[in-house]
């Protein structure tokens, strides 16, 4: 078999983490299969050198904090390279110019255009295990990019898509895709099996434990995910094309604090005019979510939508130049709010999935500001502070329920 | 103007120093010149990773090793390019590989094989300050190689051959090249010119201000180079061409400590005998310095030389396996010695010079091990001991003397 492996930076953290990825990674190899791993920068390093970066330059260009970040990866792959070496097994490191991951222009958030494998098909033909710095490409210029955040699990992925791997592992620092982020919510559990449309829905919902990216990359390649943890050897998470169904009819909850809302007052109702603030917002890269068209009065109408917090304040700036051009009398904002969201393949056939949801955060006392629903999802926008609260309140509503509904047909 | 600048470790080893630094780059930018920098890895960060490097693997793979350590120059010059952006002018960094910097294909002390201009031309016709990342490569197979040690120097000043540059300043933590090590001997002062080959010779020496490749480079490619510090502004020392003479027909004093000498005893004389010692040791890439050979006796001769003390152990372990083949009855090695030489180009002219030399020794009670000659140096091995001492006892026979009789003139 051909496998590809992703370990994050707190798999990698330090010396013994680091020989112990090495063994892992070895075990799988000596068992006859080939293997390429994709990892993440050690621990903070990260961090450390946004640190050292800024306190330079508190507005370090794009392209220079890719060429200094980059070297983070650099390095994990070279030590892990020498700790397998150590076992006695061959290995080679790569960079991503080196691994030929080719990117978009920009420096930060760049996006994999192709993978050109063919040295990393070699050192495979020559036996070696094949170590890939994660989160880096080259854009076309010959200047080193970066992919963005959770970009590591998207490398290991395209690069899985692109050898035709025949598994993608995601190693990381927990045991597999949760029912509910287990530090916020007490009865999470892990999820054995989920598509890749449930996963999509869960990682874009803020399911920080594989990007979304990866998702969209194995599902439209067929690249068989498994999310498991580096610490233990627990079978983990697999996400696939069809799973067997399961009990319960919602496969997860996410809550997202990273949001803000926007509200535009007194619209002109004018055709045309959504598509005018959105393809504005759109031109400064700046993804809306949940969308809310509302009467206004007097003939206007209000569009409230949310954005991502970091966005939020370009997205105001945008919005206020054009504001003649859009025509709206007045804009509000808030930065307090979160996103709750429930999804399962199994919701839209089961009604009553969303008044399940309303009825629990109703009972918990919590007002809900928005509501956006689609086949496999129902997201709600609460006040932040409720966040935690409102998702244990849902959690146990359809988790815990389930489960005492199945224990009673015995 | 067209100046290739090369800063060391201790000139960018923190925020302070990097912005001093950046000053500096951009002040000669600011008049009107284009400008190259060079740069090696910040103070201690090329320690660190070999210490990080060695506590996963102790025996970690060259291949490995450089892929860990070019992060170090390449985290310097991203966090130099910021800086130098915080003031306002245009910069651009680029690694080995960016650079065009073709090695040989070995993994460590790699040599420059050539350098492919193409985007430091480009960036330097943008107005952009070019940063490179010193000590590295890349070879044929597309890997990351490191230059060796001083390799930073090298590239400076192969980059202003290349580019036709009409200055290379080597910015350092001291003030310029100096007739002895300032350290050691407390008379020594600053030279204000040198010739290539003087300097070569005291490069080679041991006179660890400049790397003896970059010199090569210099005098190959007709580059004048500057020595000077980065933390004040005195003019440095010039290399060049042809230099006035100057007063002393000594110029400089080196003490090289990294040294060890074997001895070959009872070689049968015949010939071809000092090929087959010096092919040997040359197949292992072991460098050999100072050659004595001597009449031993009952038709037998004995050959000694000098290694540098790291080739020690691997010259012993040749030379024993191919005793046989050598012919030799025993061999002996000393690894506490020292080289102390004099160089200067008015020695040729000057006879006793050589005289002067030993009589400063003898005075002082040093022995003498072995000595060797060319046109303008002489070198004589001694006991490690003696080496400070011997030092200041030579440099201040030639430098403090001479100077008593010029000032008796007036």
Not at 192 to 214: I, N, P, Q
Not at 303 to 308: K, M
Not at 379 to 393: K, P, T, Y
């Amino acid at each position: 078999m051909l496998i590809v492996q992703k370990f994050g930076g707190s798999s990698v953290a330090d010396n013994e983490r680091v020989l112990r990825v090495a063994k892992r990674i070895t075990d799988t190899y000596r068992q006859g299969n080939k293997v390429v791993a994709v990892l993440s920068a050690q621990g903070d390093t990260t961090d450390d050198l946004y640190e050292k970066a800024y306190s330079v330059n508190p507005n370090a260009s794009k392209r220079e904090l890719a060429m200094l970040l980059s070297t983070g990866e650099q390095q994990s792959v070279a030590l892990m390279s020498m700790a397998i070496h150590g076992l006695g097994y061959p290995a080679v490191s790569l960079t991503g110019i080196q691994a030929g991951i080719y990117s978009s222009s920009a420096h930060e958030n760049a996006r994999i255009r192709r993978i050109e494998p063919g040295r990393i098909q070699t050192e495979l033909d020559k036996n070696n295990i094949v170590l890939i710095a994660g989160f880096q490409g080259v854009n076309r210029y010959g200047d080193i990019t970066t992919l963005g955040r959770g970009a590591s699990d998207t490398t290991a992925a395209a690069i899985a898509a692109v050898l035709g791997a025949d598994l993608c592992e995601i190693y990381t620092d927990v045991e597999g895709v949760y029912t509910a982020d287990p530090r916020v919510v007490k009865n999470a559990r892990k999820i054995g099996e989920l598509s890749f449309d449930e996963m999509l829905e869960l990682a874009s919902l803020g399911a920080k434990v594989l990007a979304t990216r990866s998702v969209e990359m194995a599902k439209k390649y067929h690249v068989k995910l498994v999310v498991r943890s580096s610490f233990t050897d627990a079978p983990g998470t697999e996400i696939k094309e069809e799973c067997k169904v399961e009990n319960t009819f919602i496969s997860g909850l996410a809550v997202d604090k990273d949001v803000a809302s926007i509200s535009l007052i007194g619209l002109r109702d004018r055709p045309g005019i959504a598509f005018r603030i959105f393809s504005l917002l759109a031109k400064e890269r700046i993804s809306v979510d949940i969308i809310l068209q509302s009467i206004g009065r007097d003939n206007t109408k209000d569009i409230s939508f949310t954005v991502a917090k970091s966005d939020l304040k370009q997205a105001l700036a945008a919005l206020e130049t054009a504001k003649n051009a859009i025509g709206f009398t007045d804009i509000t904002h808030n930065a307090g709010i979160a996103k709750l969201s429930v999804v399962g393949a199994g919701m839209a056939s089961n009604p009553g999935v969303a008044s399940k949801m309303f009825e629990a955060l109703s009972d918990a006392g919590i007002n809900i500001m928005m509501i956006s629903t689609s086949e496999i999802k129902i997201s709600v926008l609460i006040d932040a502070h409720d966040a935690d609260r409102a998702a244990n309140a849902v959690h146990d509503r359809f988790f815990m329920e389930n489960e005492f509904e199945f224990a009673e047909k015995f």
